[in-house]
C-alpha cells in the first residue's frame, strides 16, 4: 500500500513495508538503498547499525535508515527482533498547499525529522495504527476501510517522524531529484515486477527516449540493465534474510528458478546459491563491482 500527501513545501510519499521478524534469519545484512525507511519495534531486542553508529533496539523504540546509507538490522544474541516498517520519500514541491494552520506542525516535523536523529523511544502508543493499516488487505482500493489505511500509513510515518525528529534546529529542504531518481524510486518500490522503458516513462509522464538518455547519463547503462540490477540487488537481501531461492524467483515474477537464477549470475557474478554461500562464510564480496546491497 502507497500514500502520499503535499504538506506545505514536502511531498511526503509512504509505503507500507510491513512486518519482519528477525527470527529465521537473524540478520538483513549491511545494505543501503535510495529511499528512507522507519521502523517501529514491536517485540523482542536487538541491534541498529547505520553508517558508523551502533545501539541496541527493543521494544517500542523507532528508528530510521536515510537514503544512501549503509544499516543493519540484527538479534543475533536474542533472535526474538519483531518489527514494521515504512519506507519513504521526501521531495520538495513548489507550492504549499492552502491550508497552513494545518501544513505548519507537519512540515517542521518532516523538516525536523531530517536533520538526522536516528532513534527515539516510546513509540508503543503507535501501535494500534499497525491493525488499521493492516486491514486495507481485506477492503477494497475505493472502500472506506481502504482510505482510512492510507490516511493511517501517512499519520503513522509523520508520528514515527515526530518522535525521532531533532527540536534543536531545522534541516535544510532537500534538493529535487533527477528523473532517473524519480525512476529509480518507482522501480524500487515496485521492485518485485520488471519495468521497461515505457512503462516507466508512463508513470513519469516523460517520452521514453528522455528516460533512456537520463538512465544513461547518469548511470552509464540502459534501462533494462539498471532495472536488473536493482532487483537483484533486492533479490539478494531476501536470500539473506532466508528465503529460498525457489520463493525469491516466484516472489521476483520469474517463471521458475533457473531463470532467476541466469538473470542474478549475469547481474552479480554468481549463482544465488554461491551467493547465499559466500555470505555465511563471510565473504562478502564476489567481485569488484558486486558487492550486494539492498
Known amino acids: 500500500m502507497i500514500a502520499s500527501a503535499v504538506f506545505g513545501t514536502f511531498r511526503l510519499r509512504a509505503e507500507w513495508g510491513g512486518y519482519c521478524p528477525f527470527i529465521r534469519q537473524r540478520t538483513n545484512a549491511l545494505h543501503h538503498h535510495e529511499f528512507g525507511e522507519i521502523c ?96 486495507f488487505r481485506t477492503g477494497s482500493a475505493s472502500s472506506i476501510t481502504a482510505k482510512a489505511a492510507e490516511s493511517a500509513l501517512v499519520h503513522l510515518t509523520l508520528a514515527m517522524m515526530e518522535k525521532v525528529g531533532r527540536l534543536d534546529g531545522i534541516a535544510p529542504i532537500p534538493a529535487m531529484p533527477t528523473l532517473w531518481e524519480r525512476a529509480r524510486t518507482v522501480v524500487e518500490s515496485q521492485v518485485e515486477f520488471s519495468q521497461d522503458a515505457e512503462s516507466l516513462s508512463q ?65 552479480l557474478g554468481a549463482s544465488p546459491s554461491d551467493f547465499k554461500r559466500n555470505y555465511q562464510l563471510g565473504h562478502h564480496a564476489l567481485g569488484p563491482e558486486t558487492t550486494p546491497v539492498a
Open 203 to 267: 508513470q513519469l509522464g516523460v517520452c521514453s527516449r528522455t528516460l533512456r538518455r537520463a538512465a544513461l547519463r547518469e548511470t552509464g547503462q540502459g534501462i533494462a540493465a539498471e532495472v536488473n540490477r536493482i532487483r537483484m540487488q533486492h533479490a539478494s537481501h531476501r536470500l539473506l534474510m532466508g528465503f529460498s531461492v525457489a520463493e525469491v524467483a516466484a516472489q521476483f515474477q520469474f517463471s521458475e528458478p533457473a531463470v532467476f537464477t541466469r538473470c542474478f549470475r549475469r547481474v
Open 40 to 135: 517501529l519495534v514491536t517485540a523482542g531486542s536487538g541491534r541498529y547499525r547505520h553508517d558508523s553508529e551502533s545501539f541496541a533496539v527493543g521494544t517500542g523504540d523507532i528508528f530510521a535508515a536515510f537514503p544512501g546509507v549503509p544499516h543493519e538490522i540484527s538479534s543475533y544474541e536474542s533472535g526474538d527482533l519483531e518489527l514494521y516498517f515504512v519506507r519513504f520519500v521526501v521531495t520538495r514541491v513548489e507550492m504549499a498547499t492552502p491550508d497552513s494552520s494545518r501544513v505548519l506542525t507537519e512540515e517542521r516535523v518532516i523538516r525536523a525529522f531530517l536533520n538526522g536523529r536516528l532513534k527515539a523511544t516510546g513509540g508503543e502508543s503507535l501501535f494500534p495504527f499497525i491493525p488499521l493499516i493492516n486491514s
